[in-house]
C-alpha cells in the first residue's frame, strides 16, 4: 500500500522559505513519480511540481518557475520541495501524491497535507 507523509509546512513572512518533504513507503519508490499540489479556500486544487524517479522527468507550474525547486533523495525515499521568495498567494494546503511512471500525476495516491501560510 502505497503510503506517504508530507511535512515542513508552517506560517512564514512573505519573500521566507520553506522546505516541505514527502516521505514515502510501501512502494517501490524509483518507479515512481511524486508531485506536490496545493489547494487554497474556495480554489480548486493546483498541479505544483512533480518530479519522477524513474524517468527523471520533472514539471512546475509557471506560478511557482523560477521560485520553487524539487529534488528526490532515492536513498532516504523523500521528496522535497524548497519554496523561497514564497508570496501570500502560495498560502495553502500541500499534498504530495505518488503515481508509477512519470510525471505529470494524473490520479496517484495521495498522502496528507501540510498548511502553508504565508503573510504579507
Known amino acids: 500500500e502505497v503510503q506517504l507523509q508530507a511535512s515542513g509546512g508552517g506560517l512564514v513572512q512573505s519573500g521566507g522559505s520553506l522546505r516541505l518533504s514527502c516521505s514515502g513507503s510501501?512502494?517501490?519508490?524509483?518507479?515512481?513519480?511524486i508531485g506536490w499540489f496545493r489547494q487554497a479556500p474556495g480554489k480548486e486544487r493546483e498541479a505544483v511540481s512533480c518530479?519522477?524517479?524513474?524517468?527523471?522527468?520533472?514539471n512546475l507550474a509557471d506560478s511557482v518557475r523560477g521560485r520553487f525547486t524539487i529534488s528526490s533523495d532515492i536513498v532516504r525515499e523523500t521528496v522535497y520541495m524548497q519554496m523561497n521568495d514564497l508570496k501570500p498567494e502560495d498560502t495553502a494546503v500541500y499534498f504530495c501524491a505518488a503515481e508509477w511512471g512519470s510525471c505529470p500525476i494524473f490520479k496517484g495516491s495521495w498522502g496528507q497535507g501540510t498548511q502553508v501560510t504565508v503573510s504579507s
Open positions: 518530479i519522477s524517479n524513474r524517468d527523471s522527468s520533472r
Open positions: 510501501g512502494f517501490t519508490f524509483d518507479d515512481y513519480a
